[in-house]
């Protein structure tokens, strides 16, 4: 075993790139250390609260900390963006804590109560368990979530002063048992709502409408709580704030917390002899080994739970070849793992008895692990703002840090390879949500009226579109029109018809020979992962599954590694609905608008490790429906043979060109490959013409297809400018190769796409509006 290093990320990079390896290395760049700006101790703190501070040691605050705390208590809507571990917490703690103490004496004893929102149920136990380390005296806190029991449920409505949930529970139940929480609600003085950067796209739409339905129900009781908002650095996060809550926010932006110096690495997995990279997940493998074995605590971020595995079995098996014992002290850690089992990897992780972990983004939020050395990200995570984040979990106490990007087989990873500056220089992006997505408000102005009859005067809460959606719930048959308002006509909640994370049903996931509950995945995702004969692996055990029940919500899996993986082959179609906006470039149209995309999985592959297809097999699921928002562009047939691109190609030219400009799009919109789809063909009956579109992969759509539409001429200029200067011969995962086709990249013309994108663009001429 290798001598164990000192941690410094400079003397560990060059550990990493010794050898063979040192032509691995694209760029580094170290990000200088930060002195940190204090001021006082802010006098109006509670006593009870300062003491139990000061008794963790925390006297002074840092200056974000103090400008937030003091927006809050004079009653401003405030937003703290600042750096990882910057202690936004502390900053929201101090005019909350002190609110709560204040209102004990009460002859109610709940003089004040408030609210704190977390996107996980890991970030509010997370909380919740620095709450208890508190301890501040008188102060009642409870966690609430869909694993509380009734009578506890009871309690926290009765006595507790800070009760920490999830924007799902608040809609589910807290809202539509409004009048049961009335005292709570009478008291609210703080709505805490942490990572909420989190909240963009539909998830976000949704989540603005229960925050607007929250502050709606607590004014009927004479409450006007003050809102609190912190997130990771994003553009503009008063917008952002603002846009969730519907009032205005302040933001507070500069970081002034300490940080030591950041070593940050661009990787490219080595070529082998055929021309093929390693693969990124081999790769990421590798790098966390070679660091624990010297010692240096690590998180390596994944894109996939497949992916998650994979490394930290790999990773096990590279340090068990090596004869290092700390092969047992690498584990995986994401979505799907029962709530114990992830607290366990957490507290192991923090007592430095996990010295590597593979994980998802589900690690990504402000979960407390302080201490960890290294991060190794297993391909670029989608944004500017992610990256960062995920760099950010590293160097948390005080200790300087390292942050390795292996990039991916991906358009968008060579691209930002090539230009490190997006990286570095360019600022973080703004968040996109449309809180008056009517696929999305709809159902909650039902929700809402079922809480409180819906009146003209709700357009304070939800927007001008309110009678307008209002008489559409009324011709369904799902709103009451009435002189005093619209009242809920029916006879079941209409909280249960919407789920704010559009997951659909979970699927158990259960060992036939044990009866145990491996995890669960939501029903979308188990169409593609879960089926008849796919291969399930749980913390690096291999499990072939042998039934998949989607009424019942339960897949069953049986231990064994049968040496192959499986893909899922799926085929879609769309049709356009609706066309919002048009631009036509010469011969070509650009267009924006609403579309339905009917999606299927067909059957799946075996695949063997080097990549060989072993065989295909069918498989007879469920269509799934999506009406969503996309763009897409036309060019007749003619104009595709001007640019060279004969009949008999512009199937693959037109494919090519989709999957490279899917993979490009997250360089201007807040998504990753993941969160847009897309759709090529020679001959669409909607338009009658050759037709590519990319589409946003979530119910009524996400804003991402449109701020595409706004800046088509650089995203497709950046797309051509990928796929032309990748060295390949006929296409490859670095420009026109998907990680996700459903039709396993076949066909594909790698030289077709550049010359029909070419074309494309040298159509662009002035914009005539059509919609």
């Not at 999957?659 to 020679?682: K, N, Q």
């Not at 032309?724 to 066909?747: F, I």
Request: one cysteine or more.
């Amino acid at each position: 075993m290798s001598e164990v290093l000192p941690f410094d990320p400079l003397t560990t990079l060059a550990h990493l790139t010794r050898g063979p390896r040192a032509g691995r290395l694209v760029h580094a760049r170290t990000l200088p250390a930060r002195e940190g700006r204090t001021v006082e101790w802010p006098s109006w703190v509670a006593p009870e609260v300062t003491a139990a501070l000061h008794g963790e040691g925390i006297t002074s605050l840092w200056e974000h900390q103090s400008r937030v705390a003091e927006l809050a208590r004079s009653g401003r809507h405030v937003v703290v963006a600042t750096g990882t571990a910057s202690g936004k917490s502390l900053g929201y703690l101090l005019p909350v804590l002190t609110a709560l103490c204040e209102g004990v004496g009460s002859v109610t004893g709940r003089g004040a109560t408030a609210l704190y929102l977390a996107p996980t149920k890991a970030l509010g136990a997370d909380q919740a368990a620095r709450l208890h380390t508190l301890a501040v005296p008188g102060v009642r806190t409870a966690a609430l979530d869909g694993d509380t029991p009734p009578e506890e449920r009871r309690w926290v409505r009765q006595h507790a002063h800070y009760v920490l949930t999830n924007p799902d529970l608040l809609h589910h139940t807290l809202l539509p048992g409004h009048e049961r929480w009335r005292g709570f609600l009478r008291a609210l003085r703080y709505v805490v709502v942490d990572e909420c950067h989190v909240y963009r796209g539909v998830f976000g739409a949704h989540v603005s409408a229960v925050l607007r339905r929250l502050l709606r129900v607590a004014a009927r009781y004479g409450a006007s709580p003050t809102v609190i908002l912190a997130s990771a650095t994003v553009a503009e996060p008063e917008v952002l704030a603002s846009t969730l809550v519907g009032q205005p926010v302040e933001a507070v932006t500069q970081d002034a917390s300490p940080r030591r110096e950041t070593v940050v690495a661009l990787w490219e997995p080595p070529e082998a002899e055929d021309g093929t990279r390693r693969g990124t997940v081999a790769e990421t493998a590798s790098l966390l080994a070679d660091l624990v074995e010297v010692g240096v605590q690590t998180v390596a971020f994944a894109r996939s739970r497949p992916g998650v595995e994979t490394v930290a079995s790999r990773a096990r098996e590279d340090l068990g070849s090596r004869g290092c014992p700390q092969g047992s002290l690498v584990a995986a850690y994401r979505g799907g793992y029962l709530p114990e089992e992830r607290r366990e990897l957490e507290r192991a992780l923090r007592e430095r008895r996990l010295m590597g972990l593979a994980a998802t983004t589900a690690l990504e939020l402000g979960i407390d692990i302080a201490g960890l050395d290294a991060v190794v990200m297993a391909g670029w995570p989608g944004t500017r703002a992610s990256f960062w984040q995920q760099a950010g979990r590293a160097g948390r106490r005080g200790s300087p840090s390292l942050a390795v990007l292996v990039a991916a087989d991906d358009p968008l990873d060579a691209y930002l390879l090539a230009h490190p500056e997006l990286i570095f220089d360019a600022p973080v992006e703004a968040c996109v949500l449309d809180p008056e997505n009517p696929y999305v408000l709809g159902p909650h102005l039902a929700a809402a009226a079922a809480e409180l009859p819906l009146t003209r005067d709700d357009v304070r809460w939800f927007g001008a579109g309110v009678p307008a959606l209002a008489e559409q719930l009324v011709a369904g048959g799902v709103l009451r029109r009435r002189p005093t308002g619209w009242f809920w006509a029916r006879e079941d909640r209409p909280s249960d018809h919407v789920q704010l994370r559009d997951a659909g049903q979970a699927v158990q996931i259960v060992d036939v020979r044990s009866g145990r509950v491996l995890g669960t995945v939501d029903e979308e995702r188990a169409l593609t992962t879960v089926h008849v004969g796919a291969v399930y692996v749980h913390q690096g055990q291999a499990h072939v599954v042998t039934h998949l029940d989607l009424e019942a919500g339960v897949a069953m899996v049986v231990v064994g590694d049968p040496g192959w993986s499986t893909r899922a082959r799926t085929e879609s179609t769309f049709t356009i609905t609706e066309t919002e906006s048009a631009t036509a470039w010469g011969a070509a149209h650009l267009c924006t608008g609403r579309v339905e995309v009917t999606t299927r999985v067909t059957g799946f592959q075996r695949l063997l490790p080097s990549g060989e297809v072993l065989g295909q097999h069918p498989l007879d699921l469920p269509e799934r429906c999506l009406v969503t928002q996309a763009v897409w562009w036309t060019l007749p047939e003619e104009e595709l043979a001007l640019a060279g691109v004969g009949e008999d190609a512009v199937p693959g030219a037109l494919h090519a060109a989709e999957h490279a400009s899917i993979g490009m799009l997250p360089l201007l919109a807040t998504c990753d490959r993941w969160d847009v789809g897309g759709v090529s063909t020679p001959l669409h009956p909607d338009t009658g013409l050759p037709t590519v579109m990319v589409y946003d992969g979530h119910a009524g759509g996400a804003g991402f297809s449109r701020r595409g539409f706004r800046e088509a001429v650089t995203w497709l200029a950046a797309t051509r400018d990928l796929v032309e200067a990748c060295d390949c011969e006929a296409g490859c995962p670095r420009c026109v190769q998907s990680p996700k086709c459903g039709s396993g990249n076949d066909p594909l013309a790698k030289a077709g796409a550049v010359a029909v994108l070419s074309h494309l663009l040298s159509e662009r001429s002035v914009s005539v509006p059509t919609g």
